[in-house]
């Protein structure tokens, strides 16, 4: 089973809710503004997915644009963008969807097809 770590409010999270329902994925559904990912897992799923840690980051965000951490995650360390994920989930790029192998940030159909 996956986990489903998402905004329910979110229309892209929305959409990826009715895609693994499609598709008969089972899954662990976590509300990211209720149960936010601490920096153990951030730490775990940013080393599993081979992601730049830039991409778990909600950029399209009002709490990221009022911080303006586009100007200042350059300067910022890895443990540094790692506590600021973990203090408030709305930071965090939704969905995510985690599984024993994968981790993927963001809904790209093309890309969570490769799950099946």
Do not use: H
Request: with cysteine; aromatic share 12%.
């Amino acid at each position: 089973m996956v986990k489903f770590i998402c905004y329910p409010k979110c229309t892209t999270c929305q959409r990826a809710k009715k895609w693994l329902d499609d598709n008969k994925i089972e899954y662990e559904f976590r509300d990211i503004k209720l149960d936010n990912p601490t920096s153990q897992e951030l730490t775990a799923w940013y080393k599993q997915s081979g992601l730049p840690l830039r991409r778990f980051f909600n950029t399209s965000g009002l709490l990221y644009k009022s911080l303006d951490l586009k100007n200042k995650l350059p300067a910022m360390t890895d443990d540094d963008m790692l506590k600021l994920l973990a203090s408030d989930g709305m930071l965090v790029k939704r969905p995510l969807l985690i599984g024993k192998d994968f981790v993927l940030v963001g809904f790209k159909e093309a890309e969570w097809n490769n799950i099946k």
